[in-house]
């Protein structure tokens, strides 16, 4: 086969994409290129609170639910994203959470939901964004209605009762822009460094680091620092995983080839160096086929209003330059 998937299993790798159970189920050309090309499925937004909780008394499962029947079918795993983050939260949040009860609120949510999938899923997304470069706390947390309602610890007991629920998930911490050398991102990284050190000190599971990847184009590569972060999170034996690259290049003319030609030399250059590490075990793309990309989205998007071309398929699920990139940086392990 010329999959992604069956490149990646002949070197025990995971790799897959980000999907949309309604996509699934109502598109075949979809369902085709998530079923051949990969072996690690993980919900764009159908495992998050907004998604999963329409009310607090009720949860609803049917997304995520179709998304491991579909994973189950087609002999793949799953990662769950996310228990808890600041975005993607219900309406009834606002009026309902507050110091006395966030605690309680948060350990039922993660104890019902990952207790629900218990056994089934790789891993799961435990905390979500919570470093934020700006902040001006020495730990550098993000407010957000976690850190404001239960201060700091939040994160180790949201770990602690991801464990307790499903003791088999690898349990992972998930963030963006700790990729580049900038000061911004420097900082960043060493700020989860330091807050994996932290948890560790304090005996909190915690398995592995999601490098979420969401790279521009015109930017080029990350320097040493990040092999370095992976390195000594080796080092502590934790695993690493790509979670959701793609590549924007809205800051490119609008020339197509030329796009792809950048797009896809990224993708074989940081995937390349990504899959040098041993502790680099699984690898995901934000979506599989550019004609659904969050980038699209009129706020994120190209100001000339053209189509991004993120991702390893085209709109019409045609393999892009990005495809081939992705493949041969996999046959580099
Ligand atoms: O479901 C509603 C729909 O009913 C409504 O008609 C439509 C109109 O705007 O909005 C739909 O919800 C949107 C949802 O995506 C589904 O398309 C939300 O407004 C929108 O905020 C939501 O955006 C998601 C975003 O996370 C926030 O949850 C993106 O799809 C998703 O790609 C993005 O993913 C995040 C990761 O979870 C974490 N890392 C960054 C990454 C990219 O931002």
Redesign the pocket.
């Known amino acids: 086969s010329h999959a992604l998937r069956a490149h990646a299993e002949a070197r025990g790798l995971l790799v897959g994409c980000?999907v949309?159970p309604e996509k699934l189920s109502s598109e075949p050309a979809y369902a085709n290129v998530v079923a051949s090309q990969c072996n690690l499925l993980v919900p764009?937004?159908a495992m998050?609170w907004?998604a999963l909780r329409p009310a607090p008394d009720k949860f609803d499962f049917r997304g995520g639910d179709a998304i491991l029947a579909f994973a189950q079918a087609h002999r793949q795993r799953v990662r769950g994203?996310?228990l808890c983050?600041h975005?993607?939260l219900p309406d009834w949040f606002a009026a309902t959470v507050n110091k006395s009860n966030a605690r309680e609120i948060l350990e039922r949510h993660i104890q019902t939901v990952a207790g629900h999938y218990s056994g089934k899923l790789h891993s799961w997304d435990v905390v979500?964004?919570a470093i934020d470069p700006a902040s001006t706390r020495p730990d550098s947390l993000r407010s957000s209605p976690w850190l404001d309602f239960i201060g700091p610890g939040y994160i180790e007991i949201a770990f602690r009762a991801a464990r307790k629920a499903d003791p088999s998930a690898l349990l992972t911490y998930?963030d963006?822009s700790i990729e580049f050398d900038s000061p911004e991102q420097v900082k960043k990284r060493d700020a989860v460094l330091r807050l994996v050190k932290h948890l560790r000190s304090r005996n909190v599971p915690i398995d592995a680091i999601g490098v979420?990847s969401?790279l521009d184009a015109a930017a080029g590569l990350p320097g040493n620092g990040l092999r370095d972060f992976v390195r000594e999170l080796h080092r502590m034996g934790l695993q690493v995983f790509v979670t959701?690259l793609d590549i924007n290049d809205k800051k490119l003319p609008a020339d197509i080839a030329a796009r792809d030609a950048s797009v896809a030399r990224i993708y074989r250059d940081y995937l390349t160096m990504m899959l040098a590490e041993p502790n680099v075990t699984a690898l995901l793309t934000?979506?599989i086929t550019d004609r659904y990309?969050?980038l699209d989205?009129p706020k994120y998007g190209r100001a000339d209003a053209l189509p991004e071309r993120p991702l390893p398929f085209d709109p019409n699920y045609r393999p892009a330059p990005a495809f081939f990139a992705e493949r041969d940086a996999i046959d580099s392990r």
Do not use: D, L, P, R
């Open positions: 980000a949309v764009e937004n998050k907004k994203h996310n983050w975005e993607a979500n964004e998930n963006y979420q969401h959701e934000w979506g990309t969050w989205a």
